[in-house]
């Protein structure tokens, strides 16, 4: 929620934000039935990418980024026999691998909505429940063969654009014609640009690492940093004007989109009855101390999953000072009364971050340094 000159939780909300960090970024967009998080996470950070290196706003399709990871999550499993996971979910290298080697197109050029559920108000609405369990379906069925041909390829590809519409090969935008790879071209993306990074004690500090997370089905590696640093990495990039794409588990009570908040109130969760949840994270108190092993337990014990992608844009602090991050959803504007945003204190990030995508120019020459790059 804005005013002219704060930020709160909510309507006649407890919690006074002063804006520290404000950075640009394009309309909230609705992720509907799917479980395509990754994607929007990522193209909402890519637009804001764009703004940042002087382009024109642009909206870009999620769901060409969806629909051409499903071909390459499809392979994979074919390939590894059914021994990775297989689903909607994804992480936001996903969509840089996408964007590499196949390019971006803008939403105007492809929807993805062929099959879409209509909500209330007779709006057309993304629904995958379906295409998913078909797609499923197909891939299970292929490595159950002895010997598997190759026909299912055109099957699965059927399928995917019954629900969500054939990907174009061309198409015009501002009146030039372009490909997928002459408009990522034209933009100016450059995906090796990105990197991710997380904190986690069971792999070496200042190293690389597969993230043992069932989403990572493509084994992607991420830098692993202490969490302090890891913190700093995010700070950093926000304050010189890099906004990040933000994995987090979103399960713990201190979770509530509706409210408009993420924290980690210092309390025994066990004496706290369902209804009267909402009471204990409604106004600023005392969170938890985030250590790395407090951290580090949650992973190990899957109290912290990797459950959502979202979009971190800035900085604020509220009344007691305590910091807290910008955070872009991509649940549509009428499910809170942020427009689609919602504020996570820093305790929360520290406990439940899975990775970070941020612009490798947004990490400071020591960090960068520890890490060789």
């Known amino acids: 929620l804005l005013t002219a000159q704060t930020l709160s939780n909510k309507k006649d909300g407890n919690y006074k934000f002063t804006v520290v960090k404000n950075l640009d970024a394009t309309a ?32 870009l399709s999620e769901i060409f980024i969806v629909h051409n990871a499903y071909n390459m999550k499809a392979e994979k499993y074919v390939r590894m026999h059914g021994a990775v ?33 209509k909500d209330v108000n007779g ?64 933009l100016g993306v450059n995906a090796d640009n990105y990197i991710e990074i997380s904190s986690f004690s069971h792999h070496p500090f200042y190293s690389k690492f597969v993230l043992e997370v069932p989403d990572n089905w493509s084994s992607s590696q ?37 409210n408009g908040v993420a924290v980690v109130p210092d309390v025994d969760w066990t004496d706290v009855k369902k209804e009267k949840i909402d009471s204990v994270i409604l106004s600023p108190r005392k969170e938890m101390m985030i250590t790395q092993e407090i951290r580090q337990e949650a992973f190990d014990n899957y109290e912290t999953q990797d459950d959502h992608g979202m979009h971190i844009v800035g900085l604020v602090k509220d009344q007691t000072g305590t910091k807290y991050y910008i955070v872009k959803n991509s649940w549509g504007v009428k499910n809170n009364d942020c427009d689609g945003y919602f504020y996570a204190s820093e305790a929360f990030v520290k406990y439940k971050t899975t990775s970070i995508m941020i612009h490798k120019d947004g990490v400071k020459k020591e960090i960068a340094k520890k890490l060789g790059m």
């Open 28 to 59: 909230v967009q609705d992720q509907g039935q799917s479980g395509t998080c990754w994607s929007f996470s990522s193209l909402s950070f890519l637009e804001s990418e764009l703004i940042r290196m002087g382009k024109p706003k642009v909206n």
């Open 85 to 117: 996971n297989f689903g909607e979910g994804g992480a936001f290298h996903d969509a840089m691998q996408v964007i590499k080697e196949v390019g971006l197109v803008p939403q105007s050029a492809y929807i993805g909505f062929e099959n879409g559920e």
């Open 123 to 186: 709006v057309k609405r993304i629904n995958h429940s379906e295409m998913d369990a078909l797609a499923k379906n197909i891939v299970e069925t292929v490595v159950k063969s002895p010997r598997p041909g190759i026909a299912w390829k055109k099957a699965f590809d059927a399928t995917l654009d019954s629900y969500l519409g054939a990907v174009p090969k061309t198409f015009t935008h501002e009146g030039k014609q372009y490909t997928p790879a002459t408009f990522r071209d034209m």
């Open 222 to 258: 991420v830098y692993n940093l202490p969490l302090n640093e890891m913190i700093d990495v995010l700070d950093n990039a926000l304050m010189t004007g890099y906004t990040a794409a933000w994995g987090s588990d979103v399960s713990e009570k201190g979770f509530s989109f509706k």
